[in-house]
């Protein structure tokens, strides 16, 4: 991690709210902690005011579960999860005083380095990382083939649905399939994505932070924070997000295998 990047996560790292970090951490979560959550939500408005232990004695668990439940979302522990749920209304006055974009924040806040290490090796010890996008979306696969190719790891962009197409389905279990898509809601790459999963080709995906289609059936899911926008009727939406987030993975991959 930049040292810039550790400056402006540190600066925003409570500002990720309780049920953004339920979302981010979904694949973590087991039955016990899907009930701790469950109670959290009904009890949201006055959680501040009771204790780890009223909690476990409610759900007939143990305090040490919603302790585990509140490091999992990141919070230092209960104690912390309830203060920052309360002040989650306030949220938007403590973006404004930091004066960096909410997508920005948003996507500092989203960014696990473990996983984009974990990508960044899928893409070191593949043959070829295949850039699957479509729209707005291509020019940021045109931009990861250059950071690819700059140190010599083969990767190609298609520019139309026919090339995507046949390219998926020519791929093997030594290439990757790396999709940017925005929204995650673009049929066509959901059906590349799953039938490449059936055929044990490694998957990768870039969306917004939602749940959508395409980050349910990858491997890894990468996410940044770019909420659709129109003005008068023309889309508008905030990419910014979606670069800090590329350039970070970028990074990442070419200090760890290449530089």
Known sequence: MSKLMRKL??????????EERVLK??????????EIIAYIRKNRHHIHKLSIQKVASDLYTVPNSVMRLAKKLGYNGFSELKVLIQQEDNSEEQISKAKIPTNVIKTIELINYDTLYEASKKMKTCKTIHFLGVGDSLSYCEMMVRHMRCIDKHAEYYQSYHDIDFQSRHCDKNDLLFIISASGENQRLIDVAKDAKERGVATISVTHFNKNGLSQVVDIPLYFYGEPRKVNGYNVNDRTGLMILLRELSEVFWRTYCV
Do not use: Y
């Open 25 to 34: 951490h979904e694949f973590q979560l087991n039955d016990t902690d899907d």
């Open 9 to 18: 996560k540190k600066k925003v790292g409570d500002m990720m709210k309780f």
